[in-house]
């Protein structure tokens, strides 16, 4: 394993004397030593935010959206789909199960320096650091331990199992982390339980927060051998719950840690209320669906408008015990499409795949199939201020897209760009005339009543990967419509564990995706979209983008300072997307359904405020049977 992080590293800051030091005055409520301190550094705060100030002072005393009386008890089971063969959720190899470092069930079991709230775009609130240090430039930040925060074992949190931490990731953990890490410049100790990272410049702006958000390890419980490789080895991590049964492929539990030293925080108080959480496995969504109405789990997270109109008549549900709850999101509602593999030379013409792109039946589907209740997706930030849909660019963003304005369609440009879509048989027989003159115009044309490019002759023709009924559903609508151009589309039905390894490797021609958004899109996107992630197994870049304008709107919204021109950048960055027609656009709702067992409660007028996301079950109760 790499030693780059293994010794204190000093001496290596640009600009900076090691022998100024100055004395640094210290919010109300927050205690320990001085601080290292320079002109680059601030004064050390409770919470730090993306843009602007954290909304919650120093002296909060819980977060609006949960109910600080909330009881301790009960248990909650969620449902999940597929298996799992890994216990490992930080690196690449295997299937690790939900609840153990998961944004929807919870950081249940490992912990991070700093800890997000849920009702800001994102601002972040310490949890195992005390304190936070960052400096305007954002050339650092600097974490100060706190002296109760403990492993479950009871070995204290110290600055040996950060850097321990920070080694381990970059030699065996997931690209991502490995990404992060590698723009460490250095890592100083300026004080008594204080760690800085240090980074050679503020150009990425997120960066800092991110290192905030990496999971902290026990160097004194962990084999980093034996770590690397997937499987069932158990390791122990510093959150409110532990590991107590293993269930492989097909159930997990966790308990609660009697010992937890968290438990007491303001950003703790109002969470992590059920004594034990379940998480039980099933084959398809179908055989869950089943599980729910019998009460095997508690949470049922909607994603099919017939079932939701038809099949919520189940005796639990007349009997009052299941609750059909709509809850309202404030977040954009990103994009769910079927996706381009463009490292497949059948799709390396972007002309054939905006020509694809307009072939999927949008309005048939939501009539036929989803009672209506579905809107069409075609922005990456869409019912956001951030979304490029409806709105012309501005001068600004024209400014940051500079030599690259005249690559973008004009309607794309101007705001007037829809996703096509045809009302009626007349409207699908244009789309279709329309598409065939695309393709012809990009080398194909019509043989024999099969679709092959002019000059080699070789059949316009994909597979489409599934994993799921739905899935499979809406290949076999769009197959049929491209079958009366003569392009073939075959589906293949693989299970999950199949899905999930040819998902990582880019071994898939065309599949069905759903990327979520953020108020406060950042990093993820350069994993997602950047050119550097197109040709590495592991990193979201499924569709294999590879344009110079996504890169460049990349790096300008993290480097954004202002709300104005962050707002620039990431329109600008849509419209590349958009434009790029990396996707076959589908939908989305337009609020969030959930099936819930009344022996589970959530905050309501309990609460003052509402989560971003509308709902989080960390937040939930047990209520009793």
């Known amino acids: ?51 602007g100030s954290p909304k919650y002072p120093a002296d909060f005393k819980y977060f609006d959206y949960v109910n600080p009386n909330a009881p301790k008890g009960g248990m909650i089971t969620y449902g999940a789909q597929g298996s799992y063969d890994s216990l490992n959720p ?35 609130y310490g949890l195992i650091a005390e304190w936070v240090d960052m400096p305007e430039d954002r050339t650092s930040i600097t974490f100060k331990i706190r002296d109760e925060a403990h492993f479950s074992d009871g070995h204290p949190i110290g600055v040996d199992d950060i850097r321990f931490t920070m080694d381990l990731l970059k030699e065996h953990g997931r690209p991502n982390y490995k990404n992060l890490i590698k723009r460490i410049v250095s890592i ?26 990496l999971p902290v390890l026990p160097k004194h419980a962990i084999d980093p051998e034996q770590f690397s490789k997937s499987g069932m080895y158990q390791f122990i991590g510093s959150g409110p719950y532990l590991l107590d049964k293993v269930d492989a492929g097909a159930k997990l539990v966790l308990k609660r840690d009697p010992n937890y030293w968290g438990k007491d925080l303001p950003i703790k108080v109002g969470q992590d209320n059920f004594d034990e959480i379940r998480i039980e496995y099933f084959r398809d969504g179908t055989a869950m669906f089943e599980a729910f109405k019998k ?42 499409a079927f996706v381009f593999n463009t490292r497949k030379p059948v799709f390396q013409k972007r002309e054939v795949r905006r020509a694809l792109a307009t072939l999927f039946d949008f309005d048939w589907v939501n009539k036929n199939l989803y009672h209506g209740l ?14 490029a849909l409806g709105v012309p660019a501005s001068e600004r963003e024209k400014q940051l897209l500079g030599a690259y304005l005249e690559t973008i369609d ?23 005339a329309d598409a065939l003159k695309a393709l012809s115009i990009a080398g194909y044309g019509l043989k024999d009543g099969t679709m092959v490019e002019t000059a080699s002759g070789t059949p316009l023709a994909f597979e489409f990967l599934a994993t799921t009924n739905e899935e499979e559903r809406l290949a076999l609508v769009y197959s049929r419509i491209l079958e009366r151009i003569g392009i073939k589309m075959s589906i293949r039905t693989v ?25 406060s899109p950042g990093n993820e996107q350069r994993s997602r979209w950047h050119s550097s992630k197109r040709d590495v197994d592991g990193w979201f870049n499924q569709a294999g983008a590879d344009d110079p304008a996504v890169d460049a709107m990349i790096e300008a919204l993290l480097a954004a300072r202002s709300q104005e021109d962050f707002i620039a950048a990431v329109r600008a960055f ?35 405020g509402r989560p971003l996301s509308g709902y989080r079950p960390i937040t939930f109760w047990y209520g009793g049977k």
């Open 574 to 608: 849509d419209r590349t997307l958009i434009n790029g027609y990396y996707v076959v656009p589908l939908f989305h709702k337009g609020e969030q359904w959930v099936g819930l067992w009344n022996r589970i409660r959530y905050p309501d007028k309990e609460a003052k």
């Open 495 to 519: 299970d999950s564990a199949q899905y999930w390894e040819r998902r990582k490797t880019m071994d898939f021609d065309m599949m069905k995706m759903s990327w979520s958004a953020s108020l």
């Open 188 to 213: 100083e100790e300026p004080g008594e339980k204080q760690i800085r990272f240090v980074f050679e410049d503020g150009s990425d702006r997120e960066l800092p927060l991110l290192i905030g958000m």
């Open 1 to 51: 394993m790499s030693q780059l992080f293994a010794r204190p590293l000093h001496g290596l800051r640009r600009n900076l004397s090691k022998s100024f030091f100055v004395s640094c005055a210290l919010l109300v409520g927050l205690s320990g030593p001085l601080l290292s301190s320079s002109p680059l550094q601030a004064a050390p705060s409770h919470g730090i935010a993306m843009h």
């Open 295 to 336: 009460g095997a789990f508690d949470i049922q997270p909607e994603s099919d408008p017939a079932r939701w109109a038809d099949q919520y008549d189940f005796n639990a549900v007349k009997e009052g015990l299941v609750e059909q709850k709509t809850f309202q999101s404030r977040l954009p509602t990103g994009m769910s």
């Open 410 to 432: 004009p309607s794309i440009l101007d705001g007037s760009y829809e996703p096509a879509s045809a009302a009626d048989t007349r409207a699908m027989r244009a789309l279709l």
């Open 90 to 124: 930080f690196i690449l190899k295997g299937v690790a199960p939900r609840g153990l470092w998961d944004q929807d069930y919870g950081y249940n079991v490992y912990e991070t320096l700093l800890s997000r709230s849920a009702d800001e775009a994102f601002s972040l």
């Open 374 to 387: 579905f809107k069409r997706s075609g922005s990456y930030f869409q019912n956001s201020q951030l979304s």
